[in-house]
């Protein structure tokens, strides 16, 4: 969209450059080809101000698409760590029922011993 628009305010204004030699120029290079013309010095200006947005444009999608990937590979590790945690739960609660139910034992062995004694 903006690519079209740029060629062709820079063929109506009759720029000497190709957009992509105004972008590409340094500052002081592109003034002494262009002169002391102050539209066409303007268009040049708006034609690197929109170069410029277009790449920080595209560095922001690229870093908000490295972003979601980091994510998403960050949410399959939380999701493998949840599985881990949940097994290892389910490990200590099988293991605190057998010690109770060892506790309970031991403990009606106690108390017959000594009911078995006061008699």
Known sequence: GGRGRCRSLSLSLSLPLSPEAIVALPAEELRAALGSSGAQLAMARE?????????AAQRCRRRRL???????????????ERERLLRARGQAERALGTLRGELERVTRELLGELGDTSG
Do not use: Q
Not at 66 to 80: D, F, K, N, Y
């Open 47 to 55: 034609l690197r101000r929109r170069a410029r947005n277009k790449e």
């Open 66 to 80: 490295e972003a979601m990937a980091g994510l998403r590979e960050e949410l399959g590790r939380l999701g493998r």
